[in-house]
């Protein structure tokens, strides 16, 4: 499988243009650009170990990128507090929720880098033609029901070929600030990925919701 470069490196775009617009301030714009370029530091490792970049079948990318700055002490000279949030948004910016318990400090930046993660990968996957998706997928009820009732779907849960995209396209429901959203909109993620889908009439109220969705956080954030 080849290394993908671009992925390491994009995410820096998108979390800055994410900080930029949460107004902070030099200083947390520059530790927000320090964890979008270090959170997927475990991809490395993952892929030297065990030859893939699946963490189902490996280890989980983001313990073992922790693992790797324990090792090579990068964040030693970061302020105690600093490294705190460095690494808490890495151990959580690609697990199926952010613990709410931590101070908000540590929340902001989880929340950005989860944002840009999540942004980053759908613009990857509707930007090139990928064979992991499919036209015409069929897609299952369960998964259909719980975006219609506001739930992110979990990868445990997928059963067809297209529940897939649907678990892609339900991370809009764990999007955490409007530019993001914005993005996707003025992307068309959310077009582009729905008609790799059977199209159905549940499949269409999936998509309303997810518009709906969208335009009602952009118009209550603005
Ligand atoms: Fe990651």
Not at 8 to 34: C, K, Q, T
Request: charged share 30%.
């Amino acid at each position: 499988m080849p290394i993908n470069i671009q992925k390491f490196g994009v995410e820096g775009i998108n979390i800055l243009d994410i900080a930029a617009s949460l107004d902070l301030n030099p200083n947390d714009r520059r530790l927000a650009e320090v964890i979008g370029l270090l959170h997927d530091i475990g991809r490395f490792e993952q892929f030297v170990k065990y030859g893939t970049f699946r963490d189902d079948i490996s280890e989980d990318h983001a313990e073992l990128g922790l693992k790797v700055l324990e090792k090579i002490q990068i964040l030693n000279d970061l302020p105690e507090e600093e490294k705190n949030i460095v690494e808490f948004s890495i151990k959580y910016h690609n697990k199926f929720m952010l613990p709410q318990s931590e101070s908000a400090d540590c929340l902001v930046f989880g929340k950005l880098i989860r944002d840009a993660d999540k942004l980053d990968i759908l613009e990857q996957l509707v930007s090139e033609v990928s064979p992991n998706i499919s036209t015409g997928d069929e897609c299952s009820a369960e998964v259909i029901n719980s975006i219609l009732s506001g739930k992110v779907v979990s990868f445990t849960s997928l059963k067809m070929p297209g529940d897939i995209n649907l678990m892609r396209m339900s991370w809009i429901l764990d999007v955490n600030y409007s530019l993001t959203l914005k993005k996707i909109m003025d992307k068309q993620i959310l077009e582009r990925l729905v008609v790799k889908l059977q199209q159905t009439e549940e499949i269409q109220k999936v998509y309303a919701y997810l518009k709906s969705f969208i335009e009602r956080r952009i118009d209550l954030d603005n």
